[in-house]
């Protein structure tokens, strides 16, 4: 079973500072694409920040300056560090990635995965 497990979430000041993590797990292969959504409620999910197959990382504007997303790629990890925290930013966080692992077979198949989201409340 190929799965991606998260953990860091919970409630924090506004200014304050969280940092989550994602590991998948897994016969994995490679990883293509890995990072972080998020889902405000009402609204739709949306990217936060992403390391993409070209080599680039993106980030969401709103986030540029305060986040930063970081990988360890011996782990199969990847990381969002969040200062500055507003209220705006309280969502529930998904990691996403796309690998090629093996799952039962000798083949190597593609995924595309999502955590099971971890939930980011800023509130005084």
């Known amino acids: 079973q190929v799965q991606l497990v998260e953990s860091g979430g919970g409630l924090v000041q506004p200014g304050g500072s969280l940092r989550l993590s994602c590991a998948a797990s897994?016969?994995?292969?490679?990883?293509?694409?890995m990072g972080w959504y998020r889902q405000a409620p009402g609204k739709e999910r949306e990217l936060v920040a992403l390391?993409?197959?070209?080599?680039?990382?993106n980030y969401q504007d709103s986030v540029k300056g305060r986040f930063t997303v970081s990988r360890d790629k011996d782990k199969n990890t990847v990381y969002l560090q969040m200062n500055s925290l507003k209220p705006e930013d309280t969502a529930v966080y998904y990691c996403?990635?796309?690998?090629?692992?093996?799952?039962?077979?000798?083949?190597?198949?593609?995924?595309?995965?999502w955590g099971q989201g971890t939930l980011v409340t800023v509130s005084s």
């Open positions: 390391f993409t197959r070209s080599g680039n990382t």
């Open positions: 996403y990635a796309e690998v090629w692992a093996q799952v039962g077979g000798p083949e190597i198949v593609y995924h595309e995965l």
């Open positions: 897994g016969s994995i292969f490679s990883i293509v694409d």
